[in-house]
């Protein structure tokens, strides 16, 4: 807390009025970076015509949530002192990631609703779609095996999640 607020250019009796406590100024720091990536992402349900280029861009705004080195590091804190602390991982898996798969899921249901694709279960299609893109290059920073993707290879990888994930939802 004392870091937070030397960061912040505040006192620290001053994060404390604000945050109760260590949870609580994560839990605001989760709802904060959640509810700019749900801004973001509604943003995009209403661009164009072209499916498949409206779906790397959502996919795109997810990769900037899921894969970067902040969100990794934390996984890889949350998941070392879950036995200590499960409320916040609680907190982080249905503040974080509900959310995330709920919005995608809600972007999904409006790109039906438009009769661009055909979906059963958004909510399970919203999971596969992210475990799609963010599994594999997540898990592999997180246990160090390699590097997070650049740019260009998050723009490939997101072209080649919704091209697949299309072939089998794309209205016909």
């Known amino acids: 807390m004392e870091a937070v607020a030397r960061q912040a ?9 604000l945050f109760p406590d260590k949870a609580g100024l994560f839990e605001a720091m989760v709802t904060d970076r959640i509810d700019r990536f749900a ?3 509604s943003l995009r349900s209403c661009e164009g ?12 705004i997810c990769a900037e949530l899921v894969l970067n080195e902040e969100v990794v590091a934390l996984q890889r804190t949350m998941l070392a002192e879950s036995d200590r602390f499960p409320e916040i991982a609680e907190m982080f898996y249905s503040k974080a990631m509900r959310r995330t798969i709920a919005v995608l899921a809600e972007w999904l249901r409006a ?3 438009r009769g661009l694709i055909e979906v059963d279960d958004a909510e399970i299609a919203a999971g596969m779609l992210l475990g799609m893109l963010a599994y594999q290059p997540q898990r592999a920073a997180m246990f160090g095996h390699q590097a997070l993707p650049t740019g260009d290879e998050l723009e ?3 072209q080649a999640c919704a091209a697949l994930f299309l072939r089998g939802c794309r209205r016909r």
């Open 39 to 41: 801004s973001a992402f």
């Open 156 to 158: 490939r990888h997101a």
């Open 49 to 60: 015509k072209d499916i498949e280029a409206l779906l790397v861009k959502a996919l795109l």
């Open 9 to 17: 250019g505040v006192s620290t009796k001053t994060v404390y009025r």
């Open 111 to 113: 790109q039906a609703m």
